[in-house]
């Protein structure tokens, strides 16, 4: 089955920036996105189709993908922004979403 | 704006049923595909299944296939999950979200979730 990988945990001082992997052997054509899900609330929608980012979600945070991994950047880090952060895509071969196993972000 | 209400949660014992209900507002239902994804606690999101927004095409992870069915009730804006054969590694939070547009896998708008616990 398709399995994409996460590290566990990300720590990073307020106003550096945050860069948490999502890898696979080939991801083809397949598009990731991202979510952030915050302590005790529902998931959010970050990322779109590798880097393209829904209204309302500031430019501090941006996807991109080359080879084997996609990336989330999160720029000027800030206290709010510890939270999970999940990759995810839709396997056409299997018709299956697959997420990642989540990357938890510490706000030093 | 997009509102989605889960419902239907509480707690069941092993090999019983249990249907969870979403109500969608805010949106255009029958447009949409919609999701049912859940998260053991402590634990990861995991998908459990998708229905097309006609509902003719249905998907499910291969941990719930032939034990879950998901429904929608386009006249009522309702999104339903039917859960048989209940095991204990089924306790989850269960949240209802759509779909951005057939085959792309973007989940756009979660609700809130409804807990389920398979206990004896």
């Known amino acids: 089955s398709y399995v994409l990988t996460q590290p566990p945990s990300v720590s990073v001082a307020p106003g550096q920036t945050a860069t948490i992997s999502c890898g696979r052997n080939n991801f083809g054509s397949k598009k990731v996105n991202w979510y952030q899900q915050k302590a005790g609330q529902a998931p959010v929608l970050l990322v779109h189709d590798d880097s393209d980012r829904p209204s309302g979600i500031p430019d501090r945070f941006s996807g991109s993908k080359s080879g084997n991994t996609a990336t989330l950047t999160i720029n000027r880090v800030e206290v709010g922004d510890e939270a999970d952060y999940y990759c995810q895509l839709w396997d056409s071969i299997s018709d299956h979403v697959v997420f990642g196993g989540g990357t938890k972000l510490t706000v030093l | 704006q997009v509102q989605l209400v889960e419902s239907g949660g509480g707690v069941v014992q092993p090999g019983r049923s249990l249907r969870l209900s979403c109500v969608a507002s805010g949106f255009t239902f029958n447009n949409y595909g919609f999701h049912w994804v859940r998260q053991a606690p402590g634990k990861g999101l995991e998908w459990v299944a998708l229905?097309?927004?006609?509902?003719?095409?249905?998907y499910y992870a291969d941990s719930v296939k032939g034990r879950f069915t998901i429904s929608r009730d386009d006249s009522k804006s309702t999104l339903y999950l039917q859960m048989n054969s209940l095991r204990r590694e089924d306790t989850a939070m269960y949240y209802c979200a759509t779909d951005d547009y057939y085959g792309s896998g973007i989940i756009t708008n979660w609700g809130q979730g409804t807990l389920v616990t398979v206990s004896s």
């Open positions: 229905i097309s927004y006609d509902g003719d095409n249905h």
